[in-house]
């Protein structure tokens, strides 16, 4: 039960749009969340594991068989789309049971396991309403017991969250990888939140312009994402350009900051990434690594406040769980990430 | 706003209710409202042989027109409807519409042109007047049924029914057709009362023994004023009922997609 693409290219007709060079392998049990921005590809990847496309090159493997030549229905993949998709015409136990019947299983079994899976979801005594008469919330979790209850190969999701209110997301987070880990099945999540993908997958890959930019957990993909505009994307994050000026130092916008710097030579241009949380505020007005200026951005998010400091020619951006007025803050060396310079992040002057 | 669509409706009733009116009347000539009460028009009409022949007619007309229409229309919407290519789809769309910019009479004249050469000699049969109604009325089933599949997202139902593992004929079956239930219904019924008043194409192409209702009823009013207002009574009846079923079952389906989303 391993999902893998392996080379797989594919380019929409008449587009330039599409899938460059993409290999990826989901194992059992495993949860991996596709990010990026709009027209990333990340649907087409699905699209493409699910057969609604075909590979130009490459393959696409299902349980180490090549399935690109097959279409959706002999793939055996449980898929749940953004929009639900249940049929209106049938109650919830048929919508359940409609996979069963396709594969021929009786009547009596396929309700007895449409029952079963829909007590899964948190569904039961709802069998023989009809999908018009549930909320956003409900019809996921009957999408979701449809795309499971005939044992796939692998589960895809499609931005299954996307239509929710906020809290209801977090609810229903929870019941997706609940579920998933309960079936031990492969899964991709494809979502363009990236909170949802960092909390919930194995792996997460980050796209971009149809590659796959990078793939790693979330704890690596946070803390150590590949290049600055990955680092841009995954959550908050400071991004100064800079140049190594001595061995522990280099020179930014802000001023001179003191991190490591190994592995870069005297003269190098960088991006410093340092994740707004880890700075923090300070009564010091100097010292190494110590900054102050003008606050010109102060957002009070509930738990934490998110501050921008006007620090020389850059901004300092920082999260505190304090109210007091932030003058300065201190970056502490170890709390800096040294990237590969970017001209299309930092243009040169 | 309500006076001039109460006049309206007016001009619309009035001559419906005197012809109702008529078609009881014993006698009417130069007065306002006829004299007399009698049935004796209708026994009239259900005694003429050609007016009973062309009634049957029409009915066979009409459920050969929906039976091709549902045959031909439902799989030529579905092939538009998802045809990849936008060319193919505003092609097709042109194609469908051309009945309708056309008048019937330049149809039948084309119909007259080929089908009495000596290769094609079916002028006045049955099926040739059924295929005229077919090619005048298609256009309503594939307009219809093309902006229900639009509007249901048909394409969202059958890749969910084919990755749950149901091959084209099976979701076609069970989720397509299923689908398009009340759009197929509604398209039938507008085609029905299409194709139950057409007088223009069914004069022309029609032969003497598949004469429609509306052929042979230009033939009451050279007769008694009553017998033409029965004639024409039972006509409006059978459109009215058409027409009646149509908006309510189209009524019936925004109920069902309203209690959709």
């Known amino acids: ?349 | 706003m309500g006076l001039v669509a109460g006049a309206y409706l007016i001009f619309l009733a009035a001559p419906i209710a005197l012809l109702a009116i008529g078609s009881f009347g014993e006698s009417w000539t130069g007065t306002l409202l006829p004299s007399g009460v009698t049935l004796r028009w209708y026994e009239q009409l259900l005694d003429d042989q050609s007016f009973r022949r062309a009634f049957f007619t029409s009915l066979k007309i009409v459920a050969s027109t929906c039976a091709l229409n549902a045959l031909i229309g439902v799989p030529l919407a579905y092939a538009i409807h998802s045809s990849a290519k936008r060319g193919v789809r505003a092609a097709a769309r042109l194609a469908a519409l051309m009945p309708i910019a056309v008048p019937d009479l330049v149809l039948a004249f084309g119909f007259i042109l080929v089908f009495s050469s000596d290769a094609l000699p079916w002028l006045g049969s049955f099926w040739l007047l059924a295929a005229g109604h077919l090619v005048l009325t298609l256009t309503y089933t594939v307009s219809t049924l093309l902006a229900d599949m639009e509007q249901l997202g048909l394409e969202k139902y059958e890749q969910a029914a084919a990755s749950l593992g149901a091959g084209f004929f099976f979701r076609f079956r069970t989720v397509t057709l299923p689908m398009l239930r009340v759009g197929v219904l509604s398209a039938m019924l507008t085609v029905a009362a299409l194709s139950i008043g057409e007088f223009q194409l069914s004069n022309l192409v029609s032969g003497f023994l598949s004469r429609t209702y509306p052929v042979v009823l230009l033939q009451a009013f050279y007769g008694a004023t009553g017998f033409a207002c029965a004639a024409t009574i039972v006509l409006l009846t059978l459109a009215t009922i058409a027409a009646l079923s149509s908006s309510l079952t189209a009524t019936l389906g925004e109920r069902r997609e309203a209690s959709a989303t």
């Open chain 1, 1 to 349: 039960m391993s999902l893998s693409f392996e080379r797989v290219n594919f380019l929409y007709p008449g587009a330039r749009a599409g899938i460059f060079d993409a290999t990826l392998s989901i194992e059992r049990g495993e949860l991996v969340a596709v990010i990026g921005a709009s027209g990333s590809g990340k649907t087409t990847l699905l699209r493409l594991l699910a057969g609604f496309l075909k590979p130009d090159s490459g393959r696409v493997l299902i349980d180490g068989r090549d399935v690109g030549a097959e279409p959706p229905e002999a793939r055996h993949l449980g898929v749940v789309f953004q929009s639900y998709a249940l049929f209106p015409h049938m109650r919830l136990w048929e919508n359940v049971a409609y996979p069963l019947r396709v594969r021929g299983v009786a009547r009596e079994e396929r309700e007895r396991r449409a029952l079963d899976m829909l007590r899964r979801v948190g569904m039961g005594g709802r069998e023989n309403d009809l999908p018009a008469s549930l909320s956003g919330g409900q019809q996921q979790r009957v999408a979701l017991a449809r795309a499971l209850v005939f044992e796939p190969r692998g589960l895809l999701l499609d931005e299954p969250l996307s239509a929710l209110d906020a809290s209801l997301r977090m609810e229903m987070r929870d019941e997706i990888l609940r579920v998933q880990r309960g079936a031990g099945v492969a899964a991709l999540l494809v979502t363009h939140d990236q909170e949802e993908a960092l909390s919930i997958a194995d792996k997460v890959v980050v796209m971009s312009k149809g590659r796959l930019a990078q793939i790693g957990a979330p704890r690596d993909l946070y803390e150590a994402p590949a290049t600055a505009e990955i680092a841009a994307f995954v959550g908050q994050s400071n991004l100064w350009p800079g140049v190594v000026v001595a061995p522990g130092l280099i020179e930014a916008p802000i001023g001179r900051l003191a991190c490591v710097t190994k592995g870069r030579a005297v003269g190098e241009a960088v991006i410093a990434l340092a994740r707004p949380e880890r700075l923090a505020p300070t009564d010091d007005t100097g010292g190494s690594n110590v900054f102050c200026g003008e606050s010109v951005a102060d957002r009070y998010l509930g738990p934490v406040r998110r501050v921008d400091l006007k620090v020389a020619r850059g901004v300092v951006r920082l999260e505190t769980h304090l109210r007091g007025a932030v003058r300065c803050v201190r970056i502490p060396p170890e709390s800096i990430r040294l990237l590969d310079a970017d001209p299309r992040l930092f243009p040169p002057e």
